[in-house]
Structures are given as structure tokens and as C-alpha cells.
Nanobody, 115 residues
Framework: QVQLVESGGGLVQAGGSLRLSCAISGSFFSIYTVDWHRQAPGNERELVASISPGGSTTYKDSVKGRFTISRDNAKNTVYLQMDSLKPEDTAVYYC?????????WGQGTQVTVSS
């Protein structure tokens, strides 16, 4: 059974930073593609950042230069470093892992940025 557990969310002032973590249980972590998605109230869930098994990264345009996704294969963990946070970054952030066509989601962690 694959489980994803997110942590690191919270309340921060605009301009501040948070680091989210996504710990993935089970084997074969190194061959997962892992994404961070977010969903604000009344909005659809959207892709924020993605990291491939080889470490290639992609970002939503509005977070480029502010967010950094990374992975530590020894710890089975993917991180999302979020700097220069804005109120519009407020959302529940979800981790998603994909391997061999199977998709797994975490339960989400709330990020609230106050102005």
C-alpha cells in the first residue's frame, strides 16, 4: 500500500517562506514522478510543480522563481520550498505520485498567507 503524507503547511505573512514535505511509503520511490497541486476555495485543483525520476522540474508560471521542488531519494521525500509567498498562494496543497500508470494522492496540507 502506497501512502503519501504531506506536512509543513501553516499560516505565514506575505513575503514569508514555508517548506512542504511529501513522504512516500513503499518501494521504488526513485521511479515516481511527483507533483505538488493546490486547490483554493471555489477553484479547481491546479498543478504547481513537478519533478521527474531524473530530477527534471516544471513549474506553474505564477510560482516560477519563488517555489523550488526537490527530491531526496534516500528519504523517500519530495519537498516544495515556497519563498516570497503571496496571499494568492493560499490553498490546500496536495502531493501526487505516479508510477507505472498508478496515481496516488496525499491528504493535503493547508497553506494560508496573510496580507
Amino acid at each position: 500500500q502506497v501512502q503519501l503524507v504531506e506536512s509543513g503547511g501553516g499560516l505565514v505573512q506575505a513575503g514569508g517562506s514555508l517548506r512542504l514535505s511529501c513522504a512516500i511509503s513503499g518501494s521504488f520511490f526513485s521511479i515516481y514522478t511527483v507533483d505538488w497541486h493546490r486547490q483554493a476555495p471555489g477553484n479547481e485543483r491546479e498543478l504547481v510543480a513537478s519533478i521527474s525520476p531524473g530530477g527534471s522540474t516544471t513549474y506553474k508560471d505564477s510560482v516560477k522563481g519563488r517555489f523550488t521542488i526537490s527530491r531526496d531519494n534516500a528519504k523517500n521525500t519530495v519537498y516544495l520550498q515556497m519563498d516570497s509567498l503571496k496571499p494568492e498562494d493560499t490553498a490546500v496543497y496536495y502531493c501526487k505520485a505516479v508510477r507505472l500508470g498508478n496515481v496516488y494522492w496525499g491528504q493535503g496540507t493547508q497553506v494560508t498567507v496573510s496580507s
